[in-house]
C-alpha cells in the first residue's frame, strides 16, 4: 500500500503537469488516444463522484447550518457568477450556438472535486470547499438544467428532463453510494482514501482522452477565440470569487476557498451532459474539453500563489 501511497501521492502533486500531457498528446496526436470511446466518459466520471463519496462524513454537511451564511454565498456565487460570465464572454466572442450551449453548460455546472484539492493545497478552508462543493453537487440537478434552459432557450432546444436525469445518474447516485459506504465501512474505505487521488486524475486524463481525441480537429479548427474565453472564464471567475470574499469580509481561508471553488467547474460533467442536452451540437463538448484541462493548470498555479498568502485566521 506504501507504494500506491506514493504514486497517489505523485499523481495528485503533478496532476496538471499529467493532465496537460495527455491533452496535448490527444489533441495533436489523437490516434494515441482515440480508443478511450466518448461512451466511457459518464462511467469514468462516475467513479470520480464515487471517490468523492467515500470521502464524505455528515460534518461536511453540518456547515450548511452552522455557517449559513458562507454556504449561502458560496452556493449563490456559484450558481450566479459562473452562468453569467459564460453567456458574457460567449456574446463578446460572438460564438455560435452550440460553444455558446458548451460554454453555458459548463458556467452552470458545479464545482468538482479538484476544488477540493486544490483548496487543500492553498491552505485555505477545506471544509467549507467540501461543503459548498457537496451542496453545489446535490442543487446541480435542478438548477443547472434551468439556469442552462435561462440563458439559451432562445436559441437551442434543450433537453432538460434528460439533463436532469443524467445528473442524477452519473453524480447523485455515485455520491450517494460513496457517502453510505463511507459510513458503514468507514474503518476500511479510510485507507482507500490515500489512492483516491490517483484513480480520480487516471479518470480525468482518461475524459480529457477521450473528448480531446474524438474533436481534436474540431478544437484545433476554432482558433485562439474560444481557448481564451475559457481561460478568461475561469479566471474572472477566481477573481470574483475573491472580490465577493473581500466584500462579504470573510477571512483569507475562507476567500481562497471561496475563489477556487467559483473558478473551478465540473467541467467533465459538462462534457457528458452537452451530449445528453445538445445532442445535435458536437461542437458543445468542447467546452468543456478545453476547461478540464485549463483549470487544473490555472489552479495548480493559483495554489503555489495562495499558498504564500498568510491566513489570518
Request: charge should be positive.
Amino acid at each position: 500500500m506504501n507504494i500506491l501511497e506514493k504514486v497517489s501521492a505523485f499523481f495528485g502533486k503533478y496532476m496538471a503537469v499529467i493532465v496537460l500531457a495527455i491533452a496535448a498528446l490527444s489533441l495533436f496526436v489523437p490516434q494515441s488516444t482515440i480508443w478511450i470511446q466518448t461512451g466511457w466518459v459518464n462511467y469514468l466520471l462516475m467513479v470520480v463522484m464515487f471517490g468523492m463519496g467515500l470521502t464524505l462524513k455528515l460534518n461536511d454537511f453540518k456547515l450548511v447550518f452552522t455557517r449559513p451564511k458562507d454556504m449561502i454565498i458560496g452556493c449563490a456565487s456559484q450558481f450566479i457568477v459562473m452562468p453569467l460570465l459564460a453567456f458574457g464572454l460567449s456574446k463578446i466572442f460572438g460564438f455560435d450556438a452550440a460553444l455558446t450551449a458548451g460554454m453555458v453548460l459548463v458556467g452552470t455546472c458545479p464545482g468538482g472535486t479538484s476544488s477540493n484539492v486544490i483548496t487543500y493545497l492553498s491552505k485555505g478552508d477545506v471544509a467549507l470547499s467540501v461543503g459548498m462543493t457537496s451542496v453545489n453537487t446535490i442543487l446541480a440537478p435542478f438548477l443547472t438544467p434551468a439556469i442552462t434552459y435561462l440563458f439559451l432557450r432562445t436559441s437551442v432546444s434543450i433537453d432538460v428532463f434528460s439533463m436532469f436525469f443524467s445528473i442524477i445518474q452519473v453524480v447523485i447516485i455515485p455520491i450517494t453510494l460513496g457517502f453510505i459506504i463511507n459510513k458503514l465501512f468507514g474503518k476500511y474505505t479510510q485507507k482507500l482514501t490515500s489512492v483516491l487521488p490517483m484513480i480520480s486524475v487516471i479518470a480525468i486524463c482518461l475524459i480529457v482522452g477521450a473528448v480531446v481525441s474524438h474533436n481534436s480537429e474540431k478544437i484545433l479548427s476554432i482558433g485562439v477565440a474560444m481557448f481564451a474565453a475559457v481561460i478568461l472564464h475561469n479566471l474572472l471567475g477566481y477573481l470574483c470569487g475573491f472580490g465577493l470574499g473581500k466584500l462579504f469580509r470573510m477571512g483569507t481561508k475562507k476567500t481562497k476557498a471561496l475563489s477556487i471553488e467559483i473558478g473551478m467547474q465540473n467541467s467533465g460533467l459538462a462534457t457528458s451532459l452537452a451530449g445528453t442536452a445538445f445532442p445535435n451540437l458536437a461542437m458543445a463538448t468542447v467546452p468543456g474539453a478545453i476547461f478540464s484541462v485549463w483549470h487544473n493548470i490555472s489552479g495548480a498555479i493559483l495554489a503555489n500563489v495562495y499558498q504564500r498568502w498568510k491566513n489570518n485566521e
